[in-house]
């Protein structure tokens, strides 16, 4: 047997990597970037390179060549995930596989739960295109969602649908999805919840898809979430003010809460709280994006309520960031590894209080909208 004499900081960290790769699936779909910086803890802010993007120009007699500049985006690594474990004498006889099984797997698992539902939540509330699941789901769903990534101009490759559990199994059993090729890359996270090729996305299941709990019934609205612009509405402008027609009670819609107008071809998303008044009148303060075709006034608008908010999205549409963290200072073995654009600090420490060695195994990461116009969610509200 191979004794923990071999076994250090560095073996757990790159076995911890491999088995976090394995473990994520939003994190392995979004762009994925790795700032060499190192840093203390949460809070920071650091620049990585984004995407690269070409503006076409007009051919009239003499063209020259586009200069390539390498985008930045700032990322905030607002989550710093932890998995802290007794590090026992009996675990420090076994082998790094048996160490790997006991407990580096479980930590990994846990971490990759705690990222992918991260970037499902920021996801879920910062997309304005949308379409509803219809009350019996048929492949029609997938298409008119396509239709809505074409009209947000979203690239036809690396298109990604990623479906609740509860979505999925309403899915599945139709012919296009019976009959979906799968690809097989990726980890095994990947594989596992690959489910194939449908109608130009690349599908999948993840358990951490968003249940939203969003409620808007306007005083005086027809149905709930329904209701009608008041004035027209300019190119341009974030706010409107929303009439309902017949009596009803009154509520409120959160942030991330969607939205469209009848005849328009734009979507939003309310970017701060909206409460509807007494008289039957919403002033929704804040949405995104602005208004790029004036509205007409008494245009019909459609709140989308509680439901699952399944996402479609191009790989560029949002990035996950990772940086290394610095080794504490004191009588602690640590190391720190970058593996595939995954960073994580594993340190080994004797606690006083408990009187036991410690294993700690952290990842300091953050998740930033790189363009929400790349994405669309399928809500599912049966």
Sequence with gaps: MVTNTIITPLHVAKEFLIALENNMVMGGLVYRRYSSEFQSGRGATVVVKSPTSFTA?????TVGASSITEGSVAVILDKHW?????LSSQMLSTDIVSLSEETIQPAARAIAQAVDSDICSRMATGIAGHYPVTSTPVVADIANLSAVMDILKVPMGDRRLVLHPATKAAYISLDSFLNADKRGDGGQALRKAEIGEVMGFNTYMDQNIPSQTRSFL???????GTGTLTGAAAAGVTSCTVTGATAAAVSTAPIGTPFKFTGYDQWYFMTAPCTAGTSGIATVTAFSPAVITAMADTSVVTFQL???????????ALAFVTAPLALPVGGSKGEVVNYKGLSCRVV?????????????IDLLCGVKMLNQNLAARLIDKR
């Design 218 to 224: 306007l005083a005086n609205a027809t149905a709930a």
């Design 348 to 360: 080994w420490s004797y606690n006083q209080t408990y009187k036991q060695n410690e294993c700690s």
């Design 306 to 316: 509680t439901g699952r908010d399944n996402i479609a999205f191009h790989k560029n």
């Design 82 to 86: 932890d998995v802290t474990f007794e």
């Design 57 to 61: 120009t007009a051919f009239t007699s």
